[in-house]
């Protein structure tokens, strides 16, 4: 209660509403200073408008007293995690919507704080977000939770990217503080993050947190290998510098003599790419294949190119070694040049050369592209040729049950990536390994269904056939044409395997359904009845409701497989 001064005649607040009126510290101020100032830094001038910052205020305040006497697994007030999470999404420059979300994204998975709540505190916006990271209850989903959880995700970053980007800091931060859970969930946790989590970076491009996600997950994964990893890459790069030096000094004069202004630095490849490059043969591992030369050119596209034949008139380059993905982006629209080129030591290292507008993306993929289109987070996911991934996900996921959906999901993210084109010159994204017959489904699935023969490169194929990047493919069809039993030997994509599979299940149900009708039509008519007629009088569909089918061809397929007797379906049908 507030009290009067009489030798001042004002009232005087008790302590703790003094200090957050401004007579001292403010604790929520100083919780959230380090993400207003990552905040603040990512908008232009390094001001921040005052209604953002009321916004984060509001935010943590109702997550603080939320997750308030709740504590992690280190011991840290659990509030330390939403409030990170936020952390390492203002480091990247996202939105105080997205922030907010961010603080908040737990409350309704941990507290009795309700979607409704959040929806009336802070509008629509932010409960989509939180919901679409919330996950689904075990007690009511049981083992379909992760599953279901997953296709909820899925779903939900279809109609707004942020809700996955969120989600992939959330996991960041628990994969940093792995270390305090049980011996026996590290590992388990760090596999799923490999296999869910991170290929989902990589296909938004978002490589700063795949980089830090990959070798978090791999030092719970295999301790010992990322300790002698981290040890080789330490000692190759101690060595930088006698390998690098004398490159960069060949190449800033021929850049100059190029008329090329570019920043050379050196990049250390993560520690788990290294591991998955050489595993346990480390022995010996040299600067030149622990790190390599990024380029990034202060000027337009064609700089690039410029630049590029600097970098081989300066260093002698390995032939056939030069990847051009300015003039063809990968799916998660990363552009750059990429050349191998010999040291003047001998020893060959990758050069990366990508211009001032290109290095965000390189870095922060869709997050850069949501950063540029402010609130509007550009064009539909069907629009976007860097998420036609998620547009074939978001496909087959609905024909796929929770039991089989998270095989398929990790089985889709992990496949390589390869780049065929159309005849029209339109690029057509597959998998690694992928045949002919990907590329018809690529294409549709009614192009798939009655796909017969494929032309590669102007020369006809059979849809077994493998399909490189480059390859110009056209797919020849039949309108009678249908998917066979056999395709399922030589489908490699996820979106052309459901299909097919789906395919041949209601071929089957097709025919189980005319076998079993068949049966009944002739021990009908031996017993002078017409199925016929009972057809027309609807006799057999309120047999089939009756009986607990949905409509009288699922009771005709269920006597076909054998899983309905004659003798019982005969008695409905036969009065006395």
């Known amino acids: 209660m507030a009290t009067l001064n009489p030798a001042t005649g004002r009232f005087r607040l008790p302590a703790r509403r003094r200090e957050a009126a401004g007579g001292g510290p403010d604790p929520v101020r100083a919780a959230l200073a380090p993400l207003l100032a990552a905040h603040r830094a990512a908008h232009p001038g390094g001001a921040l408008p005052g209604a953002a910052e009321a916004e984060l205020l509001r935010g943590y305040t109702v997550a603080e007293r939320m997750h308030r006497g709740q504590l992690r697994k280190s011991g840290a007030p659990y509030i330390t995690h939403p409030l990170a999470v936020a952390l390492i999404l203002a480091g990247m420059g996202l939105d105080t919507t997205t922030l907010v979300a961010a603080l908040l994204h737990d409350t309704v998975e941990d507290t009795p704080y309700t979607l409704g709540e959040v929806r009336a505190d802070f509008g629509d916006e932010i409960a989509v977000l939180v919901d679409g990271v919330t996950k689904l209850d075990g007690r009511r989903w049981g083992d379909r939770a992760e599953a279901e959880t997953f296709r909820k995700i899925v779903l939900a970053a279809a109609a707004d990217l942020r809700v996955l980007v969120i989600k992939l800091a959330d996991r960041l931060h628990n994969l940093r503080t792995l270390r ?72 800033r004069p021929s850049l100059a003599e190029h008329r090329v202004r570019a920043r050379v630095e050196v990049r250390p490849s993560h520690l788990y790419a ?22 990034v050119v202060d000027g337009a596209e064609s700089d690039c190119y410029i630049a590029l034949g600097a970098v081989h008139a300066a260093l002698h380059p390995v032939a056939g070694q030069v990847r051009d993905f300015i003039a063809t982006p990968k799916d998660n629209l990363y552009r750059s040049l990429h050349t191998r080129v010999i040291s003047p030591d001998g020893d060959p290292f990758e050069v990366i050369i990508r211009s001032e507008a290109m290095h965000p993306v390189a870095e922060y993929g869709i997050v850069a592209h949501i950063r540029d289109a402010g609130r509007d987070t550009g064009p539909t996911v069907a629009e976007r040729r860097d998420l036609v991934w998620l547009s074939r996900l978001l496909a087959w996921q609905s024909d796929s049950p929770s039991g089989e959906f998270l095989d398929r999901l990790r089985a889709d993210l992990a496949a390589g990536n390869v780049a065929a084109f159309t005849t029209r010159g339109d690029i057509v994204p597959l998998p690694a390994g992928a045949t002919a017959l990907d590329f018809a489904y690529a294409l549709g699935p009614g192009t798939g269904d009655r ?11 059979p849809m077994s056939v493998q399909i490189r990047s480059g390859n110009v493919v056209q797919i020849l069809t039949d309108p009678a044409g249908s998917p066979s039993e056999d395709w399922l030997g030589f489908a490699v994509s996820v979106p052309a395997r459901v299909r097919i599979q789906q395919r041949l299940a209601l071929r089957r149900a097709e025919e189980d359904a005319e076998a079993g009708r068949r049966r009944l039509v002739q021990a009908l008519a031996w017993r002078g009845v017409d199925l016929l007629a009972a057809e027309a009088r609807c006799d057999s569909l309120a047999v089939a409701r009756d009986l607990g089918y949905p409509d009288a061809d699922a009771m005709y397929g269920a006597l076909g497989t054998g899983a309905l007797g004659l003798d019982d379906l005969l008695a409905r049908f036969v009065r006395p």
């Not at 030092?219 to 290998?225: E, I, K």
């Not at 796909?451 to 194929?461: K, P």
Request: net charge positive.
């Open 180 to 251: 305090h859970q049980p011996e026996h969930k590290r590992a388990p946790y760090a596999q799923a993050s490999h296999e869910l989590l991170v290929p989902f970076a990589e296909r938004l491009g978002i490589h700063v947190l795949k980089r830090e996600m990959d070798d978090l997950a791999f030092a719970s994964r295999d301790p010992r290998a990322h300790e002698a990893t981290r040890r080789a890459v330490r000692a190759a790069l101690s060595g930088a510098g006698r390998t690098f030096g004398p490159a960069t000094a060949l190449l």
């Open 274 to 295: 290294v591991h998955q490059s050489f595993g346990g043969g480390l022995a010996g591992l040299r600067p030149c294949e622990a790190a390599r030369l990024l380029l």
């Open 451 to 461: 796909c017969i023969g494929a032309v590669v490169n102007g020369r006809l194929a």
